[in-house]
């Protein structure tokens, strides 16, 4: 009987030793595996530091659920796959190891998808695992929870066209809430045609929400509408730099570097100056950090109070041409 009980128990024991450990890091010979199943990203990362010995900073946003997959990865690229689709930037010499000063990761943003998978899988065959609507997934990067079929971009727009016909103002106000940016665009775009000013005040309106995913679609459509004059589209760019929420503020400070001159660098200086999370600042450093504009900024941050903030100036800086020194 016992031997009958063993039996039958054996299986159940051997499958619950073997069962998979919802998070594991491993580093060895310079190589980082990763395995973990639904957890934080930010634990991930601060296990990958305690690790390797790297820095890790801007970890408070990152709770955001992820299931990763890798093997015997250099660091950096590691690293890479971790924070696809984050901004981020890599202070220091990855490869520095005795006791010298440790690389940094500064991390900054959010996905706007709910969740991710990594692996270093090969890719898996077409049409088996598309990528969130409107996310961008580089290689090694697929979405979870979208099994279901997503709507014929077709239908959508004819059905704005529709609204747009019996005069429906409603549901084409609606359509500027919609997670679909191709879809927000077009019902903008169709409220623009009947009133170009009312459509501006309904999408700055929208800048003010309280939901963050909200007032960054509005400032991403009044940026690339091409709607707005430069004085209004700058306000808003430099409302948004003083937002609550991360993202609004990292694609305000990317929209205003990339627009360059001197109103937008001026806007990014004082963003920089009252600007209390260290990631952040070094991102606005990041940004301004090839043009000339940004020497004197540079030279500012490398006296800043934050250690991160005055390594990150100290690098660049140590980058400039002797002209621009």
């Known amino acids: 009987m016992l031997l009958v009980v063993l039996g039958l128990l054996l299986p159940l024991l051997v499958g619950a030793a073997t069962a998979q450990v919802p998070l594991t ?10 395995s973990a199943q639904g957890i934080a990203l930010a634990q991930i990362l601060r296990e990958v530091a305690r690790r390797t010995g790297i820095e890790v900073q801007g970890l408070e946003g990152l709770q955001q659920r992820v299931s990763v997959r890798f093997a015997d990865l250099p660091l950096r690229e590691g ?4 924070l696809a689709q984050l901004d981020y930037a890599i202070l220091g010499d990855l490869s520095t190891e005795g006791g010298k000063r440790p690389a940094r990761v500064v991390v900054s943003g959010r996905w706007p ?3 991710v998978s990594v692996s270093n899988k090969a890719a898996e065959p077409e049409g088996e695992a598309a990528s969130e609507e409107g996310v961008s997934s580089p290689e090694g990067i697929e979405s979870e929870g979208n099994l279901m079929a997503e709507p014929d971009p077709e239908e959508q727009r004819a059905a704005l066209q529709t609204y747009a016909r019996e005069g429906n103002e409603e549901a084409l106000r609606a359509a500027l809430r919609d997670p679909d ?16 000013q ?13 939901e963050p995913v909200t007032r960054l679609q509005a400032l991403q459509l009044f940026e690339q509408s091409g709607r707005a004059d430069e004085s ?25 570097a990339t627009r360059g001159g001197a109103d937008a660098f001026d806007s990014l200086r004082q ?18 950090a090839q043009q000339d504009e940004g020497l004197g900024l540079l030279q500012e941050a490398a006296r800043d109070p934050d250690e991160a903030v005055r390594f990150a100036a100290a690098l660049w800086l140590k ?3 002797p002209q621009r020194r």
């Open 25 to 34: 890091v491993e580093w060895k010979a310079a190589r980082l595996t990763v």
């Open 79 to 82: 690293l890479d796959k971790l």
């Open 113 to 115: 998808s709910p969740a």
């Open 181 to 196: 940016q191709a879809v927000q665009a077009t019902a903008f775009d169709l409220l623009a045609e009947r009133d170009s």
């Open 198 to 210: 009312w459509a501006l005040s309904l999408l700055t309106e929208a800048t003010k929400s309280e």
């Open 232 to 256: 209004t589209t700058l306000t808003a760019l430099r409302e948004a730099l003083a937002d609550e929420t991360v993202m609004v503020r990292q694609y305000a400070i990317q929209a205003l």
């Open 271 to 288: 963003s920089f100056l009252r600007e209390a999370d260290p990631a952040v600042k070094v991102m606005i450093l990041e940004r301004i």
């Open 319 to 321: 980058q400039a041409t």
